[in-house]
T-cell receptor, first 111, second 116 residues
């Protein structure tokens, strides 16, 4: 079964600073990869998904971007963080079948 | 458009009580998948169950059971004899086959408190 490693677990960043969150997957190849954001007390919002290296689809306009430099690596970035970027970020994968495996998440607080 | 509604924001029960978490969905597709996930305080979402739209058989797994009714577009989740460890946020989700499973929509979640 697949395992997702996501780091860091928590992050406090000032407004205007850059961001880089990394997610790596073990136990499967050629997975679909996803970045979700969960605002405090709310549901999950799909930010990006990727079906292969270099292939990124964005679901919402924002100042975030994603990249997939390797098959099992998915990176979420921002050049300048906003207060509204605070939230719990989750990486997920599906190995070509339905049903996500989620990483442990990164709690980002922008101050 | 697809939509998942979990009308119950928070539920509080006493240990050993049964509790049902409601989920109502909307979709135009005839082929779709429904899911339940559990998010304990640690934050990581845990996959509980997947059900496809052609399988309306109810499922039981230990103290967990799921009732899928296409006629009412509902996929409810029941925990029997609840325990403190069941305290978590539970998410219902929908994925339409035509999107290749790429756009799973989550409900807002139901926070379950189980008191000892």
């Amino acid at each position: 079964s697949q395992t997702i490693h996501q780091w860091p677990a928590t992050l406090v960043q000032p407004v205007g600073s850059p961001l880089s969150l990394e997610c790596t997957v073990e136990g499967t190849s050629n997975p679909n990869l996803y970045w979700y954001r969960q605002a405090a007390g709310r549901g999950l919002q799909l930010l990006f998904y990727s079906v292969g290296i270099g292939q990124i689809s964005s679901e919402v306009p924002q100042n975030l971007s994603a990249s997939r430099p390797q098959d099992r690596q998915f990176i979420l970035s921002s050049k300048k963080l906003l207060l509204s970027d605070s939230g719990f970020y989750l990486c997920a994968c599906t190995p070509r079948t339905y049903g996500y495996t989620f990483g442990s998440g990164t709690r980002l607080t922008v101050v | 458009a697809q939509k998942v509604t979990q009308a119950q924001t928070e539920i509080s029960v006493v240990e050993k009580e049964d509790v049902t978490l409601d989920c109502v969905y909307e979709t135009r597709d005839t082929t779709y998948y429904l899911f339940w996930y559990k998010q304990p305080p640690s934050g990581e979402l845990v996959f509980l169950i997947r059900r496809n739209s052609f399988d309306e058989q109810n499922e039981i797994s230990g103290r967990y059971s799921w009732n899928f009714q296409k006629s009412t577009s509902s996929f409810n989740f029941t925990i029997t004899a609840s325990q403190v460890v069941d305290s978590a946020v539970y998410f219902c989700a929908l994925s339409e086959a035509r999107t290749g499973g790429f756009k799973t929509i989550f409900g807002a979640g139901t926070r379950l408190f189980v008191k000892a």
